[in-house]
């Protein structure tokens, strides 16, 4: 075979990761009709390999093996090479990542499997290195190796495949065999405390190195302290936000959290900045806001926000999906600092207070003497140590960081996935929103509210939800369709703009008729009947984000709660039921449903207000700045009430024709209650 040209085929795609291939020596195809008719005509295995742009060991693999020409010159020879995007298709990533985690490895990117024609998988592994290194085999050996024995021994091939597939269909139903169950409150207490054992007390988190955020898990946490856990779950979880804030997985000049810590105390991150981490970890701080109040939840939620503004917003409003970690061919370059460099950019005496406070040596604490900055030393201490007024610490301190962050601005950018993907928008309006109420910032769910109507007006089609815009070979997968309808019940209450439920609604109803295998009482996580998927993907485990199953269901109970429509409900406990002994057995695997779980077990409770928005803004305060993650609020106006809230308004009166809060449980109200601070002991007692 001979080389192919200088662009391939991967260049007419819209996918930055796909596109930045586009000039490798290998003869890449995207995953499609054409590279499988080839393999099956020929009988020639396939190379899947599965990344992302911003991911950093997806471009080590490349500069090391696909640009390559002699590597290149064997995987052309004997496969038939395919790339992926796994933010474009999670469904063929999740069912191949089975493919290591049957083999006793952990999974992750790239992700590099090999397949036969019929698409069943004989080998895999993650990253490959060129030469015999770390454990690993050179990438040329293990080519030659699989394609002589696809080659010479084709029974052994056929066999391994066979063997794969079976794991595989095994792994896509895992937790799918017991029988439905009763859900109780003492069961989110169970789950909390069992993860609670795996918790880093020196640190925070979960686990030792790498250590991720798990903002999902941490969430449970203070659920299971709500339904008495006890309080080390709620000071497990703050310590842990605290020690993330202030970490190097914070950006600790331009705001956002990187993916995760290559370490254990959160020093030294992977650089790449993702939507979904940074939706998620912007709730969590809102919660930790209600729970106990601090500068540091509001910097870090400010920091967050002014970084998506400025770095991940599209013309539209819409948000793009990750940044790279990776700039002039470094990792974290665009992120660290020497010395030298701090010395130079601020001057002493400046330079020492800022090396000191963001622990910055000659040394480094990262690569080629340079440093990942962290808060080594509050401003607190350092006015102690320097016997100075706090306030002329922090001015200090503020002056450094600005005159860092345009030092900074001045350097060759990561680059941006600029995809704008239905599901992760869904997940950031949902961020924003709890932000938007907890902080008291409206600008916040007007910034949550532009998205939302971008997605809607580009992703929403005739009753069918794309991932992608203008893209209709890209049907929404479930994790699209839950995120969006949970970020728009989330964005109905920080508004207190019923319309956003219409949509919520409408997307949540067709989710279930798209996804709901009525055999397994499950969701697929593509649509049923996709045709090139080996075997049915299930939406069951949280991974990095949440499972579409969990965020559908978490708008469903919201639904219910908003509308007074019972069906929503009906749906969430059926799935509830059927997932219980797969969540008790394994709390960590799905952290996000048991999120809504315990708002289901709450009765899907709403707190409605009557009155006009400036007459009930006091109860509405009241509300936003309790911590009541289970409970629902809307708003209506005597006489003007929206008709997707009728049936919840009904009955529902100004006492004495002042502003009034009802506060419902099983579409059952208690007494009206005219008063805020009556109306926060309600809802405390909630729990």
Sequence with gaps: ??????????????????????????????????????????????????????????????????????????????????????????????????????????????????????????????YFPP???????AFPKLLATLAEAFRTRPEEVAAQAQQFTTGLRHLSTWGLKASPQELTKEDVRTAGLEQARELDEEYGGFGMAPKFPSPMNLALLLRAFRRGGGPELRDGALFTLERMARGGIYDQLGGGFHRYSVDRLWRVPHFEKMLYDNAQLLHLYAEAELLDSRPLWRTVAEGTV??????????????????????????????TFTLEELRKLLGQPLADLAALHFGCTLDGNFEHGRNVLQVQVPA??????????????????????????????????PGRDDKVLAGWNGLMVRGLAS??????????????????????????????????????????????SGDLAAGLVALAQATLD????????AIADAAVEAFWDEGQEAYTSAQK??????VPTYALHDNAFPSGASTLTEAQVGLAALTGEAEPLHQALRYLRRMRQAMVENP??????????????????????????????????????????????????PGRVPPVLSKVAEGKKQLDAKPTAYLCRNFSCAPPLGDAEALVKALCALG
């Design 1 to 126: 075979m001979g080389m192919p040209s200088k662009e391939n085929r991967l260049a007419r795609e819209t996918s930055p990761y796909l596109r930045q291939h586009a000039h490798n020596p290998v003869d890449w195809y995207p995953w499609g009709e054409e590279a499988l008719a080839r393999a099956k005509h020929e009988n020639r295995p396939l190379l899947l390999s599965v990344g992302y742009s911003a991911c950093h060991w997806c471009h080590v693999m490349a500069h090391e093996s696909f640009e390559d020409v002699e590597i290149a010159k064997l995987m052309n020879a004997h496969f038939v090479n395919v790339k992926v995007d796994r933010e474009e298709r999670p469904d063929l990533d999740q069912l191949y990542q089975g493919v290591v985690q049957l083999m006793g490895r952990g999974g992750g990117w790239p992700l590099t499997v090999f397949l036969t024609p019929a698409l069943e998988p004989f080998y895999g592994g993650t």
């Design 131 to 137: 030469t015999d290194r770390h454990g690993l085999p």
């Design 306 to 335: 002014g970084w998506l503004e400025r770095e991940m917003t599209a013309p539209s409003g819409a948000f793009y999906a990750t940044q790279d970690a990776d700039s002039e061919g470094e990792e974290g370059r665009f992120f």
């Design 380 to 413: 607190a201490e350092l006015a102690e140590l320097r016997g100075e007024p706090l306030l002329d610490i922090e001015r200090q301190l503020a002056e450094a960081r600005e005159r860092l962050f345009l030092a900074r601005e001045g350097r060759v950018r």
């Design 435 to 480: 932000a938007a109420r907890a902080f008291d910032r409206k600008d916040w769910a007007e910034l949550a509210a532009r998205a939302a109507s971008a997605v809607l007006q580009t992703h929403w089609r005739e009753g069918h939800l794309l991932r992608l815009a203008g893209h209709s070979t890209h049907q929404g997968f479930l994790e699209d």
């Design 498 to 505: 019923a319309a956003w439920l219409l949509p919520a609604r």
């Design 529 to 534: 009947g996709t045709a090139d998927l080996l």
């Design 588 to 637: 960590f695997g799905y952290g996000h449903l048991w999120l809504a779980a315990d708002a289901a077990l709450d009765g899907a409770a709403e707190v409605m207000l009557v009155g006009t928005k400036e007459e009930v803004e006091l109860l509405r305060r009241a509300v936003d700045r309790t911590w009541a993650p289970t409970v629902a609020l809307s708003q209506v106006e």
